[in-house]
């Protein structure tokens, strides 16, 4: 099984993608496979949902709701880790008992890496590749010498009168690492061998983050010339999933696409702590929007999310 994650896609903006012919391997795999609705968890962020995924539990079982934990004893904030989750066995720990070979690629809250029947290369959450990334410990080495970032995380780069150069270079980071870890997840897969090798695309994640107004077609065409380099991105990821497609078609593996959780617009929002501060304190009701559901489609798993609520998950299955 060949599991690939696409951390915070949702059709409210793959089907759009897929309408304009930009996706033409997601569409594909959909048309293969089967896709439908998923509930992420609560909270549906980063942290808690792909824990979930790993473990099987629940964020308050599993402990790990966000990306820092509140110490009471020390008054303090520290990053949560796999250490947090000693007690607990994940899915490639229950599998490698049972003598399958296993993978992970760029799994968010997998560091600091644990000793499985495989390899594991840790995700974007990784301190430092002088932190140690990845299992076995001297892979590290020959990653590095083909892959300077290996673990490729957040790097929007912002800079007084950059414009649209600046934006396109950080949408060529994003495509860049789409396609890296697929070539890291095959070679590492030919390299140990594999019954089950996930990989996640953590990046798709920021792409919207950073480009939602570019995207949501009720302004997208304020700027139709980043609309454009934005939606790149997403068919530049489409070609890195056909690139695992093709390599699962060729190992006869079935494939799962998820996603962890949705993303949609922060419009119409307010902080209440600032509210409350001012002295002022507002009541009022918005409708629920799309963006808090999620989708899921054969060998493809994408929950729906609106930052800081309840959001449906996506799946894909092939």
Same mark, same amino acid.
């Given at each position: 099984m060949l599991i690939i994650g696409l951390d915070g896609a949702t059709f409210d903006v793959l089907h759009p993608m897929i309408a304009e012919d930009r996706m033409p391997n997601l569409k594909r795999a959909m048309q293969d496979g089967a896709w439908g609705i998923l509930r992420s968890t609560t909270p549906p962020i980063t942290p808690a949902a792909w824990t979930t995924f790993l473990t099987g539990k629940q964020p308050g079982s599993h402990g790990i709701i966000d990306f820092e934990r509140y110490d009471?004893?020390?008054? !303090?904030l520290s990053f949560n880790n796999t250490h947090r989750l000693s007690q607990l066995r994940n899915i490639w720990q229950i599998l490698g008992d049972r003598g399958l070979r296993v993978g992970s690629v760029?799994?968010?809250?997998?560091w600091p890496?644990?000793?499985v029947n495989g390899f594991v290369v840790t995700g974007f959450d990784t301190p430092s590749v002088r932190s140690g990334f990845a299992y076995p410990t001297d892979l590290e080495a020959e990653i590095l010498k083909r892959w300077s970032d290996p673990i490729l995380g957040t790097n929007w780069r912002r800079r007084a009168l950059g414009g649209n150069r600046l934006f396109a270079s950080n949408i060529d980071y994003m495509c860049r690492s789409f396609h890296q870890g697929a070539e890291m997840t095959i070679w590492l897969a030919d390299r140990f061998g594999w019954d089950a090798t996930m990989v996640v695309m953590k990046l798709v994640?920021?792409?919207q983050h950073k480009t939602w107004k570019y995207l949501d077609p009720r302004w997208a065409d304020r700027n139709p010339r980043r609309s454009e380099m934005a939606k790149r991105g997403f068919?530049?990821?489409d070609k890195a999933v056909g690139t695992l497609l093709d390599y699962a078609r060729k190992h006869d593996a079935t494939v799962l696409i998820v996603s962890d959780?949705?993303?949609?617009s922060l419009e119409g929002k307010c902080n209440p702590i600032c509210c409350c501060s001012s002295g002022v304190i507002y009541i009022f009701k918005t409708a629920r929007r799309r963006s808090e559901r999620g989708y899921a489609t054969s060998g493809i798993a994408s929950?729906? !999310?609106r930052e800081n609520s309840n959001a449906?998950?996506?799946l894909l299955t092939t």
């Open positions: 009471v004893h020390t008054n !303090k760029n799994v968010p809250m997998t890496p644990i000793p994640d920021n792409l068919t530049e990821c959780h949705g993303h949609g929950a729906g !999310k449906p998950a996506t």
